[in-house]
Nanobody
């Protein structure tokens, strides 16, 4: 059983930065594709970014150039550095792991609120 624990959310002013962390246990972390999703009130959950086992990254258009996903396989942790935050980035952010050969796991989510 894979467990994912997110941290780093909070309240930040527009233009500010936050770094989310997701610590994983229960699998060979380096083999996983790790994703960050978010869900704003009244909206569907959307993919924000992912990083593959070999370090290939993807970003949604809404965060490209502002957010950076990275992983530290030695610490079994994936990060999401969020810069130049906007009010529309307000959401619950979820960590997701795709574990070979075909399992998927979710964290409990961490709230990010961007407001002055």
């Amino acid at each position: 059983q894979v467990q994912l624990v997110e941290s780093g959310g909070g309240l930040v002013q527009p233009g500010g930065s936050l770094r989310l962390s997701c610590a994983a246990s229960g699998s060979i972390f380096s083999q996983n594709v790790m994703d960050w999703y978010r869900q704003a009130p009244g909206k569907q959950r959307e993919l924000v970014a992912y990083i593959t086992s070999i370090g290939t990254t993807y970003y949604s258009d809404s965060v490209k150039g502002r957010f950076t996903i990275s992983r530290d396989n030695a610490k079994n942790t994936v990060y999401l550095q969020m810069n130049r935050l906007k009010p529309e980035d307000t959401a619950v952010y979820y960590c997701n792991a795709l574990v070979p050969p075909g399992s998927e796991y979710w964290g409990q989510g961490t709230q990010v609120t961007v407001s002055s």
